[in-house]
Each structure stands twice: as C-alpha cells, then as structure tokens.
C-alpha cells in the first residue's frame, strides 16, 4: 500500500502580541484610571492579544563548556581537601546568603550553631579564604564568591559579577591538581 507524499511543515502565522503599555503620564501613582484601562481593552477587543509575561530570551550560554562554575566546583570540591568544619561552614554560607551575596555571621554564632570552638570555625574560615569561596567585606559580614553562590546564569549572578567583576579577578577560584599519595 502506497503512502501518502508528506508535506513540509508550514510556517505558522505570524501573531502580533500586545505587550502591555506603560501607564500614562497623567496616571495617579503609577495606576492609570479605569476609564484608560478601559478604552486600553477597547482597543485589544478589535484585534491583538494582552499578555502580562515578560518577553522570553532565547536560550545561550556563555563559554566552551555548557556547564556552570558553581557546577563545576561543586564536581571538584573534593580537591580542595576542606576540613569538615570548612565544608559545613560553606553550606551555611550558600544557604544564608542575601541577594549580594552577603551573609551576616559572627565566628562566635557559628561556634554556638555547630557546637565547636570560635578557633575552628576562625581556621574554617581562613581556609574558605585561602581558596576564595568566601572574603570579610566589614565587621561581621562576609561575601560568597557568586559564582559558587548562584546558579549559572541567573539574573542575580550576571548582575552581581557585573558589580563585583574587579573584586571577582582578585578572587578568583582555582581548582587544585590532584596530588598523587606517593607525593605527599
């Protein structure tokens, strides 16, 4: 039995979309009235669609690899040979973030929150330092290094870096080589 030829798919119509307009100038507070809203969907009933979702980007990544840096210093984290305090520390650090990448922490809390002396968590520290996960900013406040803290390519990543890009060259994570046991 003979099949029928197939067509190539067709390109789908094009559809016009109606982003929202900004509220007029003469708007109260940033509300317009519900006579503007009004004659606003007056003019979408003739045609057009009304959406309220932000415009999508297409999807890209920046780079060789298609993977994050904080994916690929979680996959190499052993490297770093962190002392259990150094590693629980940063687990407090990447949860308890703020938007710019700040943590509001005391040595002495943490030595309460973890059951431990402040000297270990003030060595736990150093070593985070050592490795750049983690520098003081002020008296009690300490930042994560984004792109350890963030997921890649988030919105709040590419604008923190974009602040922070000469702090971040001089912060710069680098994974250790592995030692061979012979060597040590």
């Known amino acids: 039995m003979a099949q ?8 789908p119509a094009k559809v016009s979309r109606l982003a929202p307009a900004p509220p007029p100038a003469d708007a109260v507070n940033g ?4 006579q503007q809203l009004l004659k606003r969907f007056e003019k979408l009933a003739n045609g057009g669609t009304f959406t309220k979702d932000a415009p999508r980007r297409p999807y890209v990544f920046y780079g060789t690899q298609h993977l994050s840096m904080a994916q690929v210093i979680e996959d190499n984290l052993w490297k770093f040979d962190l002392t259990t305090m150094s590693r629980n520390v ?50 009690g406040v300490y930042r994560v290094h ?3 803290a963030y997921r890649w390519g988030s919105d709040k990543q590419r604008r923190l870096v974009r602040s922070l890009e ?16 012979a060597t040590r």
């Open 31 to 34: 509300m317009e009235s519900a």
């Open 90 to 139: 940063l687990d407090h650090l990447k949860t308890h973030h703020d938007d710019e990448a700040l943590v509001e922490m005391t040595q002495s809390s943490l030595a309460v929150k973890f059951g431990c002396s402040q000297s270990k968590v003030s060595r736990a520290i150093g070593q985070l330092s050592r490795h750049n996960f983690t520098w003081k900013e002020r008296r």
């Open 4 to 11: 029928p030829l197939r067509r190539s798919a067709e390109a």
């Open 146 to 148: 984004p792109l350890y």
């Open 166 to 181: 000469k702090t971040l060259l001089a912060h710069e994570i680098v994974i250790p080589t592995v030692r061979n046991e």
